[in-house]
């Protein structure tokens, strides 16, 4: 068996069955973040997430991303990535830990460039980078730890999204491999905006296409799903088959209960970001479906790691 | 300026300065875990450590190792490795999370061998893998980030190192690379103990060589050292050579106040495993010799990562 046959979920899975779940620990693989034990009132939050050349970004004109990456963009993207799976879960950015693999192809004020980048983003966000670790290779990857916190109140799953919940997305997608995949703000803030007024039933950030995260909060919370082709909001030029299918969006996708769905439309007009309602939540049974135009077609896609 | 001009050190340096330290913590770049605010009584350590095919294992027959490593000791090591760090702290490892740079040559049961190797290191120190993240590489990575915990009173910086101060190691030192940096067990158990009884003034993993991280000591405490070549404790033939400048052997290197040394050397007997004195600390403008014989050399060498 090799990896394209099962895909990245379905190895994920597999790690899961012989990793177990440890004591103590409130939610373990199969999030964006594992949630830890912390305050009376608070978890901790832990995760990772690399940037790899010729992956996650290109150095050299390619066929996959429009243009090539600064180093000051790469460590920007390597650090959001990261606080972005932090906002998915409703939680604060705290420390960031970093391991970059390094190549003898560059000279010492590119990796200066890497790092001015992720001090920008940790800026920002008010996160501090506490360590890290170096390494000859020989394709460039950054690899990021990064640690939170969240009120328990606060915290939002992959898995209570509920048949008749509304499913929303923040800011607009599609299109982000022509270069807003370097440059984007990852959502804290809009996420500690979500958690503070409504009761969300379930989050994750976009990184692998609309279809594919979508299908990760359906797998969690046991639910199927309907969403309309023509209420997905596009970025300027972006096709819908991008927003499905590309990724690197890094806006959120969020499940509300009719009630709160109501009370984020009345009360969203005063956000200084936009939130739009997509589709709903159906039983497991129906699965996961698209409309466009008036034909419903199952909804499969996202991007496959191998 | 390339790579081999400034090495490892000089690389983590200027990283150090355009990353800066953030507000309330305790520790941040520059030793082997971040030390941050937890409870009352106890500190949180953050690490991060990567294996890389061709750097830290081969995986087929090759110049640097003696032999090629398993899916289990590959996993075993890349977590191991991070105990060691928090070792070196005088820490409890809690949580990892593991990134897998996977590339499409080996077949889904090759990883599935890595996470028992990992979950067999895991389950031996009672550490919970708590998330991760999987991408397509062309050489094999996988890079763990680790949680751990400390009591304040027990926590032990490379920077405490002070003139007069006895130098120890614990175990046997050299010729890890025919085999035994893939099955060695980390420190834990015994920093737990020396912790326990004595108050230590600086201590590291070994992992570059002693050299190399006696000199990290020696920077960190702003000392110099003298060291025994026949106080070294050496594994079954491996020359001092070896032991100085090849690494990856996981022992702790630690200091102790002339005091706290004598009591370690009566009641190191009644533990059940060997600390060996191998030099002392000296003022930093004596810089980092070693006595081979009669005669005192400089000490350099130490891992080179570039």
């Known amino acids: 068996m090799n990896l394209s046959q099962v895909g990245e979920t379905g190895l994920i899975q597999r790690f899961r069955r012989i990793l177990g779940e440890g004591p103590g620990v409130i939610r373990g693989i199969g999030d964006d973040a594992a949630v830890l034990p912390y305050t009376q009132k608070e978890y901790l939050l832990f995760a990772t997430d690399a940037v790899r050349e010729g992956v996650h970004f290109i ?5 996959f991303y429009t243009s090539p990456a600064t180093p000051y963009q790469i460590g920007w993207k390597a650090l ?3 606080l972005s799976d932090i906002a998915a879960m409703g939680g604060i950015p705290r420390y960031a830990v970093v391991s970059l693999g390094a190549t003898q192809n560059h000279p010492v004020s590119f990796y200066e460039g890497i790092m001015k980048g992720m001090k920008a983003m940790a800026k920002k966000f008010n996160v501090s980078v506490v360590g890290g670790d170096t390494d000859r290779t020989e394709k460039l990857s950054i690899t990021v730890a990064i640690l939170g916190t969240v009120e328990k109140k606060r915290c939002v799953f992959r898995s209570g999204a509920k048949p008749g919940d509304l499913i929303f997305v923040t800011g607009k997608l599609g299109g982000s491999r ?3 995949h370097l440059t984007f703000t990852p959502r804290v803030k809009e996420a500690r905006i979500l958690t503070k007024y409504f009761r969300l039933s379930a989050m994750i950030d976009i990184s692998d296409g609309l279809a594919g995260d979508l299908a ?3 797998r969690e919370s046991r639910v199927g ?4 082709g023509k209420a997905v909001p596009l970025s300027k030029g972006a096709t819908l088959e991008s927003a499905l299918n590309d990724g690197e969006d890094f806006e959120l996708l969020f499940t509300l209960p009719p009630r709160e769905a109501g009370r ?3 009360k969203r007009i005063r956000f200084e970001f936009p939130t739009t309602p997509i589709g709903r939540i159906v039983p497991k049974k129906e699965g996961i479906h698209i409309y466009i135009g008036n034909k419903k077609s199952p909804l499969t896609g996202g991007f496959r790691h191998f």
Request: proline share 5%.
């Open 216 to 218: 990760q909060i359906c």
């Open 225 to 228: 799903a309907v969403i309309g």
């Open 59 to 63: 150095l050299k004109k390619g066929p």
């Open 264 to 266: 984020l439309i009345m």
């Open 80 to 82: 959001g990535i990261n």
């Open 178 to 180: 022509k270069g807003r």
